[in-house]
């Protein structure tokens, strides 16, 4: 069984850095692609970023581009999202997917980040 | 990139046949065969009903379809179900590697 765990989440003040975890299971996570996409409260789905199954192709969605990061470890099966420069707009609820033929096949259950003073 | 515009929301009587209609432009949905879908009840995770802008993943019922015509991608319901109550998401590749999402559609069962 698939399964997509994120942490790292909390509050964090406005500007401030934030660095989001994935562990995956279940799969060969070292040949998927895998995206972040993120949920505001209440509001809908944005695709937040992505990278190759090696890591080292990797793209963003123009309003996190230069203050989030994506990386990936496989040898620890983790993904991850380095945030910096944090705003109140990036408040949401993250998640981890996996990417099967240019479509999103399995989501985690996300890690809420909080901006705000 | 901007988000692809779909209808705030949809409603339709049980056994009625609802489209929910996604529209972007000739760089990402009129580009691309690889429009998804995704139905997201309250409190839960998204769910793949459509890839590849007409392809079904195993498990998903046969009342659900897409097409797509131009810049437009359409998701139907067929025999709209209590349960089919959710929302509704786009999906389309862009170029560059991006993705880009539809601004969601509430579908309300009457």
């Known amino acids: 069984e698939v399964q997509l765990l994120e942490s790292g989440g909390g509050l964090v003040e406005p500007g401030g850095s934030l660095r989001l975890s994935c562990v995956a299971s279940?799969?060969?996570?070292?040949?998927?692609?895998m995206s972040w996409v993120r949920q505001a409260p209440g509001k809908g789905l944005e695709w937040v970023s992505k990278?190759?199954?090696?890591?080292?192709?990797?793209w963003s969605a123009g309003s996190v581009r230069g203050r989030f990061s994506i990386s990936r470890d496989n040898s620890k099966n983790t993904l991850y999202l380095q945030m910096y420069n944090l705003r109140p707009e990036d408040t949401a609820l993250y998640h981890c997917?996996?990417?099967?033929?240019?479509?999103?096949?399995?989501w985690g259950p996300g890690a809420l980040v909080t901006v705000s003073s | 990139q901007s988000a692809l515009t779909q209808p705030a929301s949809v409603s339709g009587s049980p056994g009625q046949s609802i489209t929910i209609f996604c529209t972007g432009t000739?760089?990402?949905?009129?580009?691309?065969?690889?429009v998804s879908w995704y139905q997201q009840h309250p409190g839960k995770l998204p769910k793949v009903i459509i890839s590849?802008?007409?392809n079904r993943p195993s498990g998903v019922s046969p009342r659900f379809s897409g097409s797509k015509s131009g810049n437009t991608a359409s998701l139907t319901i067929s025999g709209l179900q209590p349960e089919d109550e959710a929302d509704y998401y786009c999906?389309?590749?862009?170029?560059?590697?991006?993705?880009?999402f539809g601004g969601g559609t509430k579908v309300t069962v009457l």
């Open positions: 997917v996996r990417e099967g033929f240019y479509f999103f096949e399995n």
């Open positions: 279940g799969f060969g996570f070292s040949g998927n692609v």
């Open positions: 990278l190759t199954p090696s890591g080292d192709l990797t």
């Open positions: 000739s760089s990402d949905v009129g580009a691309y065969d690889y």
């Open positions: 590849a802008v007409v």
């Open positions: 999906l389309s590749h862009t170029p560059g590697h991006i993705w880009v």
